[in-house]
């Protein structure tokens, strides 16, 4: 017999469910790229589907697994697939990402933001909101507690990280 839920908390757990998974995904596929997830079927959204798959693709069977033991499905009824991302240049969490390995590479700011930019409007953007402006690496630093002479770089990398793990 089904146990009968509310609308209400049947949203909020869906929401909790799609949450964690997300959150999961994201710290498992950081260096993949990782863009999104539907949860209709279980659809991983990535640049770099080939790194998701696996080398003779293990490691889809390996998370499919993590995911049906954690959210507690039977054996067997879930399967996830990776998809790549249309277009990788609209991809705000893909450029995210970008724009991280570069700082993390040591590229300076500006040029890592620029080539950000400039490949975002090489892909289509119609526009695009100003990143850097000079009010946001002051207030960096006043939340930093750091000095006029700290580097940007140090606070870009830590600030564009989407996780901390």
Known sequence: MAVQISKKRKFV??????????????WELAEECYSGVEVTEIIILATRTQNVLGE??????????VVQKRFGFP????????????????????QA????????????VRRACYGVLQFIMESG????????????????????????GQ????????TVKPHLH
């Open 75 to 94: 054996e067997g009824s879930e399967e996830l697939y990776a998809e790549k991302v249309a277009t990788r240049g609209l991809c705000a969490i893909a």
């Open 13 to 26: 757990t869906d929401g909790m469910f799609k949450a964690e998974l997300n959150e999961f995904l994201t």
């Open 151 to 158: 580097e940007i770089k140090t606070i870009m990398a830590n």
């Open 125 to 148: 953007a119609k526009g695009r909101g100003r990143w850097l402006t000079p009010v946001i690496p002051a207030l960096w630093e006043a939340e930093m507690g750091g000095s006029r």
């Open 97 to 108: 990402e970008s724009l991280r390995y570069k700082l993390l590479g040591g590229l300076a």
């Open 56 to 65: 003779k693709g293990p490691r889809i069977p390996e998370l499919t697994a």
